[in-house]
């Protein structure tokens, strides 16, 4: 039988507006679910809707990992219209609840790869790896990699959760959220030097659980693959986790505006399939990437990996 992948995603994620040229906007999610449904394997792809906040509250996982005085900051600044967080970081009236939404999918997420045993990819706003307990940053609300690892050690049979995180910026959020927990592991290649300034080679966590690779800027393929055999293969196999969640970042592309790498759309395709000796099913989120057609033919070519690891690349 062909394989199977299952897209969490809502039309609700489109409602988080942040405001007029903003790069991380609703286009993204509109760029990824067109190239999906017009790819030669789409029907190989499960759709599903995520968890409604009133089936299942997300605040439970939530408040595990953030603070409750900026939960409720959060709400309020909903109600009253919207605002900003930092100059980056934006709220409309309905981005709370569309951030409770996102916790929700990812929580299907995990629940997909566990109960089902089949890959499933989350696309869904606003993003979070750069959120802490305390405050949202760097266009991200709720660290929604970090409460899915939490909420995954729950499940049965999960004692150990890693975190690869390829998104060209350290999740300093992901980071500051999971680093004292020995549990879960968090590995990052990332630009640097870069925002949010995060992700020395030095921080390794508190339980030698954290794994950050820095790179100089305009990278490519060529450059990350040796991380990967040589330290990020080796090290998540060590930890040896029950579940791999991916914080899907694709602004390393060279075409994104937003940062200074030099990686190819295909390129994910190669990292999936290193991704995939470590678990055969994963588990993805999407973080950044902010040039449409770039970020639509990375999504392309992660999930087609999964579909077939011995495909490199799709054209959209």
């Not at 017009?38 to 792809?45: D, G, M, R």
């Not at 680093?179 to 030097?193: D, G």
Request: net charge negative; charged share 15%; proline share 7%.
């Amino acid at each position: 039988m062909a394989s199977q992948l299952t897209v969490v995603y809502s039309d609700a994620f489109l409602a988080h507006d942040t405001g007029r040229l903003h790069p991380e906007n609703a286009g993204r999610l509109a760029a990824v679910t067109q190239a999906l449904k017009t790819a030669p394997w789409t029907n190989q792809l499960n759709w599903q809707q995520p968890t409604a906040v009133g089936d299942r509250d997300p605040l439970p996982a939530i408040r595990r990992l953030h603070n409750l005085h900026y939960l409720n900051d959060l709400e309020h600044l909903a109600e009253v219209g919207g605002g900003r967080l930092d100059p980056d970081t934006a709220l409309s009236p309905q981005s709370y609840d569309v951030a409770l939404l996102a916790v929700n999918a990812w929580l299907d997420g995990v629940d997909c790869v566990l109960q089902q045993r089949q890959s499933a990819f989350v696309l869904s706003r606003p993003p979070g790896h750069h959120a802490v307990s305390d405050r949202g940053m760097g266009f991200c609300l709720l660290g929604n990699a970090a409460i899915a690892a939490t909420y995954a050690l729950q499940q049965p049979g999960v004692n150990r959760v890693a975190i690869l995180d390829w998104d060209v910026h350290h999740g300093n959020g992901t980071q500051a959220l999971v680093e004292n927990n020995p549990h879960i592991a968090y590995c990052s290649l990332h630009q640097w030097p870069a925002y949010p300034g995060t992700g020395r080679a030095s921080e390794t966590g508190f339980h030698h659980n954290v794994l950050n690779i820095p790179m100089a800027p305009g990278g490519t393929l060529a450059d990350y693959q040796p991380q990967f055999e040589n330290a990020v293969i080796p090290f998540l196999k060590s930890f040896q986790p029950d579940l791999l969640i991916i914080s899907a970042g694709y602004d390393a592309n060279q075409a994104d505006p937003l940062a200074g790498m030099s990686l190819q759309p295909s390129d994910y395709a190669v990292f999936t399939r290193y991704c995939l000796e470590i678990q055969p099913h994963l588990l993805f989120g999407l973080e950044g990437g902010y040039d449409y057609d770039a970020l639509a033919e990375s999504v392309i070519a992660t999930i087609a990996a999964c579909l077939d690891p011995q495909v490199s690349s799709v054209s959209v």
